[in-house]
């Protein structure tokens, strides 16, 4: 079975409308996915997240293996029922947070050893590790074990990252080509979980903002063969005209008929202009985060709730938003809420902004069906040119 379809092509960019297919559903693309590092979207319940429109969350292999640890998550029944979310999760394998986050001790071409920045116990994670892990906890889609480096890098260090990342993809489809061979085999009774063992596995391209590396990654990683193509290593530091040039020169280099996932990007311009490209799958903390920062997105910018201009505004956060946020509060009642503290003003701005990109989402796949995306879009990308890309 084929896990994507193409439904529609926008006839002057390369953006695309499609359905992707997993044990656990359907998703409309292109998608954004939120990001529930712990095994939560921060503050947000999943009956909210439904709302929001969210057909697919993410979650972080590398925070959930520490805490509570993979036993746990199986023994509590696995990620979905852990998350109280039966749609389909994404997990992704650990490697960004490897290198962004713990302090590494170790790192060769088997693996990475590190302390956690938890408590400082010494890990070790690799392709077998990591694929393992993902397919325990019940992951819909499994992405590779990759290294990433965080830019700027020196080409040479780059070339070697894509090199690792490329032998370790290899392991990776090793693993789940087993896993997903030998279902039904009673001694993989422990990996079988209460739904199905229909998983995909995602390949990542890496090579920074080389264009020679990620052609050259990019080829290696299609000849593998992968249910799906991510390009990994960008946001992390290279700016939007950096991204988006590496974006709109690799993605036509993955398969046509396979979905393709900009990971940890972006703002919404980042997004309008890797949908141009091709790319239809995204991850992000922005809509959380910045909501807990008092910071809600709006068409065309954004608004930063602790402003003393809002102190008795009675309008909403975004005038004709069906979120429950904007359908119940004021700004100035908001503002009043991160004034003191209060719970409610990060879970409020959160629910508006999860809400703001799943229909950011909605209208991009009614423009490509409609035949007029890509006017739209450079219409759209004008209005947020001048407003922050990375807050
Ligand atoms: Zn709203």
């Known amino acids: 079975m084929a896990c994507f379809e193409v439904i529609t092509r926008d006839s002057h960019s390369a953006a695309r409308r499609g359905v992707l297919t997993t044990a656990h559903g359907v998703i409309q693309t292109p998608a954004f996915m939120p990001v529930g590092t712990a095994g939560a979207v921060k503050g947000i319940t999943p009956e909210y997240l439904e709302a929001s429109g969210a057909e697919i969350i993410l979650a972080n292999t590398y925070h959930l293996m520490l805490r509570p640890g993979v036993d746990v998550v199986q023994a ?3 990620l979905h029922r852990l998350m109280a979310w039966d749609r389909p999760i994404l997990t992704d394998s650990g490697g960004y947070q490897v290198f962004s986050l713990g302090e590494l001790t170790k790192i060769d071409d088997e693996g990475v050893e590190f302390a956690s920045h938890i408590d400082g116990a010494r890990v070790r994670l690799n392709a077998e590790i990591a694929t393992e892990i993902q397919f325990r906890m019940g992951s819909d889609i499994i992405m590779c074990f990759d290294e990433c480096t965080p830019l700027p890098a020196e080409p040479a260090r780059l070339q070697r990252a894509a090199d690792r990342t490329t032998e370790w993809a290899k392991r990776c489809k090793a693993v789940v080509s087993r896993r997903t061979s030998v279902v039904g ?13 229909y998983r995909l596995l995602f390949g990542i391209v890496q090579g920074g903002t080389e264009l020679d590396l990620r052609r050259r990654c990019a080829e290696q990683i299609v000849d593998i063969g992968f249910d799906g193509y991510a390009l990994g290593g960008l946001s992390v530091g290279e700016g939007h005209e950096e991204m988006v040039k590496t974006v709109r020169y690799t993605a036509p280099r993955l398969p046509a008929d396979r979905p393709r996932y900009l990971m940890g990007v972006g703002m919404p311009a980042d997004i309008l202009a890797a949908v141009l490209a091709g790319v239809d799958m995204f991850d992000c903390v922005l809509p959380t985060r ?6 809600a997105f709006l068409p065309g910018g954004a608004l930063r709730l602790r402003n003393s201009t809002h102190i008795d505004s009675t309008e909403p ?9 904007c359908r119940h509060f004021t700004r100035g009642a908001i503002r009043h809420f991160f004034n003191c503290d209060e719970m409610l003003g990060p879970i409020l701005l959160s629910i508006h902004n999860l809400r703001f990109y799943q229909r950011l989402m909605a209208e991009i796949r009614t423009h490509i069906e409609r035949g007029d995306f890509s006017t739209w879009a450079i219409q759209e990308l004008e209005k947020y040119a001048g407003t922050d890309k990375r807050p």
Request: glycine fraction near 12%; charged fraction near 25%; proline fraction near 6%.
């Open 76 to 78: 509590l029944g696995g």
């Open 185 to 197: 085999d009673r001694q993989t009774a422990d990996y079988r979980l209460p739904t199905t063992d």
């Open 290 to 295: 910045n909501g807990r920062n008092a910071f």
């Open 317 to 325: 956060v975004q005038p004709g938003c069906d979120c429950y946020c």
